[in-house]
Structures are given as structure tokens and as C-alpha cells.
């Protein structure tokens, strides 16, 4: 199948479990793809060659940089993005509520990004500990936080997940109520 | 940051993909994992006018043992064997070695193939490929051959492959008896591009010593059971040789005494590896 250069092609996948689709040049980036066919800003684009990590997604399951994936590339694809992280409107995931307890982010450019790489890997390997998660977290980079708070905050989600702590949880459903 | 148009080729099978190569020629830019090819679309240091993208090619899916050898066709993403069970046993260098190729985000979705033909000097893939004397399957629509990886590489980012040829697959030898393996590599941060990387293979007759980052392509070299400052000596004769040169990360004195350091040190453990193996 061949897409011409100055054309726009239609693309179908899945986006957080729904179909979804968008019509896109062949050289359109994944990420520009989601910010601006469908409107889903919460990918972020920071260097736009892979180095930063703002712009990973979930793809088939696996941690990913939009910023190096064609959108065209995606056709028939499972993707996941932080829109897709909480489990009704206005309520946190158990990551994202984990990186607010412990102050995991600040100005939040990063976060989008590493939310969805702990969301994936933690799917994929549920038992990872601390190292795994650190080199994980190594994807991304982060200016503001020093990256303490997200390992952190990783390991605690990653804890009540398993379902070994659920005191966590349970306060921060207290919070919100 | 975005890339110049191109046209985009899903290619159904191996045939349509060498078919459409043979079409455009230099024109024409093989995608698998896109991520040594997606960075130098998104900059325009390379603007070609079609890609072809040949990662639903079924026939290019699986990893293959060969008799002495696994061969890992232009579809098997890093992430995938680095997860083969059993790929510790088979291919000692290569599981140590894959863990410094990026991040799990990116090893996700690239390939060892795309590695191969992105022929970056620093990379890891194609230095353990050099190191244990394995080869890249060329094919065409009109011929099919096999290079030796240490002919393959040419210089920086150039490589073998003619215009219409696509890497359909390299071999690695698997671990033999009696030899050992060690991998080592400096970076600024883990993930990063290597300062210096070394593998060593070490038998009963020979240590080899191949260097990625310095020369403008993965460089081996074989040298005779040494040891003490004769091998420290044979280290600082090939550290010199291999030409380093002065960048923003790192000064040609400083890559030289990696080579040294690095270098030693992988030997050593390969020769340990080799004992324990035999």
C-alpha cells in the first residue's frame, strides 16, 4: 500500500480503548498527530528526536516516543495515552495520584511522558523494583524534581498495584472526597 | 524539527519492498524501528523522497538459529531479544551489550538491523557484530550476498550497502566453547551515545579487542595471548592507532585512555569467561 507525499491518508487505531482515527500526511509525526488531528494535548513534544522522552505513549502495549513514530506507522494499532490514565473524569490513576503525594513533578512538562512509561512497564512487569524502575525513569529527563520524588512515587504505585499497600490509597480517596 | 514530504510504502512482502527499492533507488530510505532514521528525518539531515516500511513483512518477524549462529531478520526490535530466553547462553556479548543501546522506550520499537545500517561509529550493535566476526545478508531483486561485518562498515554512517539493497538480516556467531565475552562502555549518561565502548572475545589462541567511538567505524583487532605490560603495550598501540579525534564530549587523549582501561578491563573478564567456559 502506498501513500502519496502531498496527500492526506486516513489512519485507524485504537486510542484508549476506543476506535479512533485521523487523516495525516505520511510524514506526520505520531505526536502531532494526537496534539493536532485529535486534539489531545497531554502528549507532550519536547526535543522531537527521541532524547527527551516528553512524547511517549503506550503502542501495543509497550513504552514508546510519538516523536519518532509516523503517524501512517500506527495504522491498526493499540495506543494509550495520559488521557487514557484516569479511570473516570476527574478522578487520578493510581500513578498520577501516587505522583501528587509525593510532589513527583512540578512545572509537569515531563510527567505526561513517564506517566505512560511506568503505566506500560508496570503492566509488562508488575514485580519491578527499584533499579528496573530507576533505568525506566532514565528515559525521561526531568529539570525540575531532581527525579527522587518520581522513583519514589513509582515504587508506591507500583506497591499498592500489587496489592501490597493499600493505606496509600485509601487516604487518597479520603482527600478527594 | 519536522521532516521534508515523502511517499510512504507499507510493503506487504519481501518482494514489494525490493521491488519498490529497486524503483527509487537512492530516492528511497528503508524504515523499520525508525529510531535512528526518525531523528534524522525530524532534523533534515536526510530528506528522502519515499519510505518504506517494511516491519509487517511476516517473513522478517522471527529470530532464526542457524547452525552456529543466530540470524535476526530487518523486523526483530531490540526489546524482543533482549527478552529471548536464553539469549545470555547464545550470545553472551550481545545480552550484555543491549541493555547500553538507549532506553527501554526506544529499544521497544527499534530494530538491530536498523542499527546496522544507521552504521553510527559509537553504536552497539554493530561494534558486537565486528567483534564476533558476523555477517549482514544483503538483497536486491536481482542478488542476494552475504558481507563480512568488518568489510561492512566503510566509515562514518557509510556503509556496503549499494541503493537498492536491503539488509534482510545479520548473523551473529553463537557462544562456542572455550571462549569468553565481555562487554564495557563510558557515556556521559547511560543511554547515551558510547565516549568509548569495547567487546573482547577470548579463546585458547587469540583475544580480540573491538572498539565502538573512536574510529569512524567499529574497529577490531587481534591480538596474541598477552598479558602485563605486554598487552598494556599492544592496548596503547592500537589506542593510538584507531585516530581519535577531539568533540564536544570528550578530548582524543581521553578516548585513547579509555581504550586502554576499557580495553584491559574487557579482556581480562573475557579471559576469565573463556576459563570458566572451557
Known sequence: MQLDAQQRHRVRFTLNGAPAECEVEPRTLLTDALRHGLGLTGTHVGCEHGVCGACTVAIDGVPARACLTLAVGVEGCDLRTVEGLEPEPGRLGVLQAAFRRHHALQCGFCTAGILMSLDAYLRLRPGAGRAELTEVIGGHLCRCTGYAPIVAAALEAAAILRGESTQAANQEETAHA | ?278
Open chain 2, 1 to 278: 524539527m519536522k521532516p521534508a514530504p515523502f511517499g510512504y510504502l507499507r510493503a506487504a512482502s519481501l518482494d514489494e519492498a525490493l521491488e519498490a527499492l529497486g524503483r527509487h533507488g537512492a530516492e528511497a530510505r528503508i524504515v523499520a524501528g525508525g529510531q535512528s532514521l526518525l531523528p534524522m528525518l525530524n532534523m533534515r539531515l536526510t530528506k528522502p523522497a519515499m519510505l518504506i516500511d517494511v516491519m509487517r513483512i511476516e517473513a522478517l518477524r522471527e529470530p532464526v538459529p542457524e547452525r552456529g549462529a543466530l540470524v535476526i531478520p530487518a523486523g526483530v526490535r531490540q526489546a524482543i531479544l533482549l527478552d529471548r530466553p536464553g539469549l545470555a547462553d547464545d550470545l553472551p556479548l550481545l545480552a550484555a551489550a543491549l541493555p547500553w543501546v538507549g532506553h527501554v522506550q526506544t529499544r521497544a520499537r527499534g530494530t538491530l538491523c536498523g542499527s546496522v545500517a544507521h552504521a553510527d561509529p559509537s553504536a552497539e550493535i554493530p561494534l558486537c557484530l565486528v567483534a564476533l566476526e558476523g555477517e549482514v545478508r544483503l538483497r536486491s531483486r536481482k542478488r542476494r550476498r552475504s558481507v563480512r561485518a568488518e568489510d561492512f562498515f566503510t566509515g562514518m554512517m557509510v556503509t556496503e550497502r549499494g541503493d537498492d539493497e536491503l539488509i534482510e538480516a545479520i548473523a551473529y556467531p553463537t557462544r562456542a566453547a572455550g571462549t569468553g565475552y565481555a562487554f564495557a562502555e563510558v557515556g556521559r549518561r547511560h543511554g547515551d551515545f558510547a565516549i568509548v565502548a569495547c567487546a573482547a572475545v577470548v579463546d585458547a589462541r587469540r583475544m580480540r579487542l573491538a572498539v565502538g567511538g573512536v574510529a569512524d567505524r567499529p574497529t577490531a583487532r587481534d591480538f596474541p595471548l598477552l598479558d602485563g605490560s605486554a598487552l598494556d603495550d599492544a592496548l596503547n598501540a592500537f589506542a593510538w592507532e584507531l585516530g581519535a579525534g577531539e568533540d564536544l564530549h570528550a578530548t582524543a587523549r581521553y578516548r585513547r585512555d579509555l581504550v586502554r582501561q576499557l580495553g584491559r578491563r574487557v579482556l581480562d573478564q573475557a579471559r576469565q569467561d573463556s576459563l570458566r567456559c572451557s
